[in-house]
């Protein structure tokens, strides 16, 4: 069992950074790979980025590659995601998910965290 508690949402101007924290629990942190999604109001879920467990393996969305950047401790049992040059188009609820295996479908993972609000100001 992992449960996730994600962090670091707010408000920014466009063109701003924030960077968003993910502390999981559990001692099988390391083990899962970590990823992080977001949803817009009256939006599908969406695929942001994802990290494997050792870090060697990163992937993103087109959208936000050159933008977003995923990392992970796992001594402190937490993923980050550094968000920068922010647009309004980012806006949306942040989630982070564990799951076995590197992917970009939200199906294949099993934990997810609350979520925590982005909003970017135009």
Known sequence: Q???????GGLVQAEGSLRLSCAASGRTFSS?????FRQAPGKEREFVAVIS????????????????????????????LQMNSLKPEDTAVYY?????I?????PLYDYW?????VTVSS
Request: glycine content about 10%; overall charge positive.
């Open 102 to 106: 590197v992917a970009t479908r939200a």
């Open 32 to 36: 899962y790979a970590m990823g992080w």
């Open 96 to 100: 982070c998910a564990a799951g076995r």
């Open 53 to 80: 467990w050792s870090s060697v393996t990163t992937d993103y969305a087109d959208s936000v590659k050159g933008r977003f950047t995923i990392s992970r401790d796992n001594a402190k049992n937490t993923v980050y």
């Open 113 to 117: 965290g609350q979520g925590t609000q």
């Open 2 to 8: 992992v449960q996730l508690v994600e962090s670091g």
